[in-house]
């Protein structure tokens, strides 16, 4: 059994695979406050729980430099495991065709590697997350780059924070397109206007590569956004777990 783990911005999502992924949690990611210790007995508790085995192994996946040695900490002291962190530098199946390699983000690896493996063709990736991520990828495994923009999470602060009366709204579906009051006039703007941004840099990417390509999504804001985007044939939810087994597997 493995244990995978994505450290996000906004979450960390762990899940075990054993014959699939399973067992996944989610909690708010915390940079203050929570040590190795923490963490060690938080894994320990939910294991316990359910009864289950100590993991062989484990990947990790993090954008959050601070917490990564947390983790690596947490897994070493109760289970004596020295997981896996994914660089582009381990192997993957793919060849990085582009600028400063080492600056992608590990969750945009382990995306790649998943849609790859489980995708035939050309693919466009988008991960609905903090920030909403692109990643191109070729039929023969080239990473060709993507796009980034802001996530809905952030749009949602960001007309909150810097304005003097808009409210904060809790992002849910869409009724219809014209509000008929500022929470109804914030919610059309930020889903359509998102899922419009969406559907463009969908566009030009396809201009871009030429060929034909299939749009896959994943991301814990996904269920949300997807339905008002045209062009993306599916959700996969658990596409960063299953692309951190598959880096596991290429790389014991």
């Not at 990643?135 to 980034?148: F, K, P």
């Amino acid at each position: 059994m493995l244990l995978l783990i994505d450290i996000g911005n906004t979450n960390i999502t762990a899940g075990f695979y054993e014959g699939g992924i399973k067992n996944i949690w989610r909690l708010p990611t915390v940079t203050a406050g929570w040590g190795s210790n923490e963490y060690a007995l938080l894994l320990k508790g939910y294991m316990l729980d359910r009864r289950m085995e100590t993991p062989e192994g484990a990947v990790i996946c993090s954008v959050v430099p601070q917490l990564t040695h947390v983790f690596v900490d947490a897994l070493k002291k109760p289970f004596g495991i020295k997981p896996i962190i994914v660089t582009h530098k381990l192997k993957t199946g793919l060849k990085f065709r582009i600028k400063n390699p080492q600056t992608l983000g590990a969750d945009r690896i382990a995306n790649a590697v998943g849609a790859h493996r489980l995708y035939r063709g050309n693919l466009i990736v988008i991960d609905f997350g903090t920030a909403t991520t692109f990643c191109v990828i070729t039929a023969n495994g080239e990473y060709l780059g993507g796009a980034i923009m802001p996530g809905l999470g952030i749009s949602v602060d960001a007309l909150y924070e810097k304005t003097a009366e808009l409210p904060k709204v809790k992002l849910k579906p869409l009724e219809k397109a014209i509000g008929d009051d500022t929470r109804g006039n914030m919610l059309s703007g930020l889903i359509l206007g998102h899922a419009g941004g969406v559907e463009r840099i969908i566009k030009e990417i396809k201009k871009d590569v030429r060929e034909k390509t299939t749009t896959v999504a994943t991301g814990g804001l996904a269920p949300l956004a997807v339905p008002y985007i045209r062009g993306i044939k599916e959700i996969n939810p658990n596409l960063t777990l299953e692309g951190l087994g598959f880096i596991y597997e290429l790389n014991t």
